[in-house]
């Protein structure tokens, strides 16, 4: 044997790589921006629906795609069911017991009363004389009401392109992030609207389903305080920079002194300045985003802590950036969303309601580690603007953070973080993979490429078909 040959020392090293190869090859077996990949089981068998009511009788289908996993007629099939959070009503299946189950025309048809709003699981089993052997494990969800008619959209609203402090153009963030499998995006370039509102000007007449809209990320004069505003109509930075700041600061001096008392601790003018941002904002129709408060800069969090539990407080924004990815150190920003969603916790223990998002703060997307691995995903009947900013003043949306090697971190209210936590393992695999190509299609048009656009005619629709395939309809 050749490891016979080698001295010891190089023998242990052989098999210590050897091992971590095996391992380095299972671990990076994700080929997806955001590490995650589809389960063998589905690519090889549809699951439809994979989202069902609660409640309710519903009939599901499982159909083998290739021949290798094809229903033999010389076989046996049993199944089995079980609930995740083990609530069955009388009407629901026999649980943890396999039954036997007879496949038709290459399909398994079945009608199932699946309680409660919680994942389940099917096993399914071949039998062929004595021996037996596990097909797929095929999991779906059931949903109330409300939720069954949203679909989840997977977004990014705080990154910045060349025309701020980015290292790529406006276009090819765009389609970096349809590339990672977003569904919306905005830029958010520091102290400028117009590279966020000219952005859909790059792809007018081109056929994509990445919905682009606008942002920025403001920084009134001698605040600390980072603000984003998403979806608004016009510059806000128009009205506090250069010969427009005598008059912000004039406004800002008006609400400090219609502001009788502010919470201990708190710099008055730094309060009122965020109510200035914020109410500027929501007069252009935007949201008002409260920035990574934890992030460390000149040695201390951006945010006074007096000062943003006022602001947490205060009913100003719209939303709180639970999951940042600030571009500092791996540890620091992990550090930084670790308290602030302890913070949050907190907050919401003590009767705040504020709902909470998932960003990366993208300045390069080839080189930052968060991009495309933090996101924010809002529970919304469409991705158009209107329906993404009700979405999240609602609070059906959740904040994802992937660390690299690791799994996936949800934030939000307990019902929506169970429900992403599915989708991220059963739904987004086979979403991302249809957006990686259009994503590529999308660069190539903005790197001129004449054949682009014909080739993202065959990528529209794509992510629609597969939800309108996943999702119950009642038909």
């Known amino acids: ?5 080698l001295p010891k020392v190089l023998v242990f090293a052989a098999l210590f ?8 090859d299972f671990s990076t077996l994700p080929t997806l921006p955001d590490g995650g990949r589809v389960r063998s089981v589905n690519h090889y068998f549809d699951l439809t629906p994979r ?12 159909q083998p795609l290739f021949d290798h996993v094809r229903f033999r007629e010389d076989c046996k099939y049993e199944l089995t069911y079980t609930a995740m959070d083990q609530v069955y009503a009388p009407q629901s299946p026999m649980h943890g017991k396999a039954k036997p189950v007879t496949p038709a025309d290459n399909r398994l048809t079945l009608s199932f009363f699946l309680a409660g709003e919680q994942e389940h699981l099917l096993v399914l089993e071949e039998i062929n004389a004595d021996k037996r052997r596990v097909m797929g494990e095929f999991h779906l969800y059931t949903v109330k009401s409300d939720l069954l008619p949203l679909r989840p959209f997977k977004g990014d609203f705080h990154m910045h392109s060349n025309n701020s402090d980015g290292a790529e153009s406006a276009p090819y963030v765009a389609g970096a992030c349809r590339r990672v499998g977003l569904d919306w995006m905005a830029l958010s370039d520091h102290r400028k609207y117009e590279p966020s509102a000219k952005l859909p ?19 009134s004069p001698d605040n600390p305080v980072h603000i984003i505003a998403f979806g608004h109509n016009a510059a806000i930075r128009d009205l506090y920079m250069e010969t427009a700041e005598p008059q912000a600061r004039a406004e800002i001096a008006q609400l400090q002194d219609k502001m009788k008392k502010v919470p201990e601790g708190v710099v008055k003018f730094h309060y009122a300045s965020c109510k200035w941002v914020t109410d500027k904002i929501h007069e ?62 907190e907050a919401r223990a003590n009767g705040l ?16 580690e968060t991009f495309g691995r933090n996101f924010t995903v809002c529970f919304s009947p469409t ?21 690299r090697g690791e799994r996936p971190q949800v934030e939000g209210a307990f019902r929506l973080v169970k429900y992403t936590l599915f989708l991220l393992r059963e739904i987004f695999p086979q979403h991302d993979e249809l957006c990686v190509e259009e ?22 629709g794509q992510v629609k078909a597969l939800y309108d395939r996943y999702w119950f309809t009642g038909k």
């Open 17 to 24: 790589l050897a091992a971590s190869a095996v391992w380095a």
């Open 51 to 62: 989202i069902a009511p609660a409640d309710v009788e519903t009939t599901i289908v499982i």
């Open 439 to 460: 994503g590529r299609l999308m660069l190539s048009h903005s790197a001129g490429k004449a054949d682009a656009v014909d080739r993202l005619k065959a990528c529209q």
């Open 353 to 368: 309601k504020i709902p909470v998002c998932g960003i990366s703060d993208s300045h390069g997307c080839e080189s930052n």
């Open 383 to 403: 991705a158009e603007l209107a329906d993404l900013q009700t979405a999240i003043k609602k609070g059906n949306c959740t904040a994802v953070e992937i660390m």
């Open 201 to 219: 000007e790059a792809f007018q007449g081109v056929p994509i389903d990445l919905r682009i809209y606008p942002g920025e990320e403001c920084h």
């Open 284 to 345: 252009r129709g935007g949201l008002a985003m409260l920035c990574h408060p934890y992030w460390v800069t000149g040695g201390a969090h951006n945010d006074a802590e007096p000062l943003l539990g006022a602001l947490l407080d205060s009913g100003f924004f719209d939303m709180f950036e639970l999951v940042s990815g600030n571009g500092s150190s791996d540890a620091d920003a992990y550090d930084s969303n670790v308290l602030q969603a302890a913070r949050y916790a």
């Open 1 to 5: 044997m050749f490891l016979n040959r």
